[in-house]
């Protein structure tokens, strides 16, 4: 139901941006903008949470694909730009194996990134830069984002992915406590697996672990014979 009741916020903030019912000052539309972007945050929000119910009554259903690594990056990334320019951070994407294809569904790997970035650039200093780092090794495909905030002591890592953990540094902020947990469960429901590094006054780093896949283009060339 407050999935539904956001929508039409989102699409007449889409609409009024749009300018199609009539023209808007440089003021009002940033209102719109404003308001689009606040919907878009709650309905991530929600899915966090959706998920999380999903799961524990053993509804949670993945459609599992292979999937391009850098361009699930590249669409996440996109997502969040908004809170980044925001913050004045930048995101720079890498990655080490050319067309390094997952094994993972579409919607919850992308929840995954969503949910990194937006941890990462809450806690970055203003004026500083994340980096998403993708990779494979014993055939797995890792993304690896890391940001250059106030990081973590070992004692408040080790709880990292527990439902509704929040460290010191995070009271001072809003947030469910979910995300991470959320993070957790997914990787874990797609055969994956998450690791947590941080160190106090310089930052951290979450590397998600999913199955290899076949590269797409490879998949094209056996198609075609």
């Known amino acids: 139901e407050l999935k539904n009741m956001l929508n039409p916020v989102g699409g007449y903030s889409e609409l009024l941006m749009s300018e199609q019912a009539g023209p808007l000052n440089d003021l009002y539309r940033g209102f719109a903008r404003n308001i689009k972007e606040g919907a878009d945050h709650l309905g991530l929000l929600l899915d966090d949470l959706m998920t999380a119910a999903k799961s524990q009554a053993g509804r949670l259903k993945l459609h599992i694909e292979p999937l391009d690594a850098l361009g699930e990056a590249e669409d996440a990334v996109r997502l969040v730009k908004w809170q980044a320019d925001a913050s004045n951070v930048s995101i720079q994407v890498e990655e080490h194996d050319h067309e390094l ?116 283009s490879l998949q094209a060339d056996q198609a075609a014979e």
């Open 101 to 216: 294809a997952v094994s993972a569904d579409r919607n919850a790997l992308r929840q995954i990134l969503v949910n990194l970035l937006t941890n990462a650039i809450k806690y970055s200093p203003e004026g500083g830069q994340i980096e998403v780092v993708i990779y494979e090794q014993d055939e797995r495909a890792i993304f690896a984002i890391t940001d250059h905030g106030e990081g973590l002591p070992d004692d408040e890592v080790s709880k990292l992915g527990q439902p509704f953990f929040q460290g010191e540094n995070a009271k001072t902020r809003a947030g469910t406590g979910l995300g991470l947990s959320i993070v957790k469960l997914l990787a874990e429901d797609m055969l994956g697996a998450v690791a947590f590094e941080s160190e106090l006054g310089k930052g951290t780093t979450v590397r998600v672990f999913l199955p290899e896949a076949t590269p797409l």
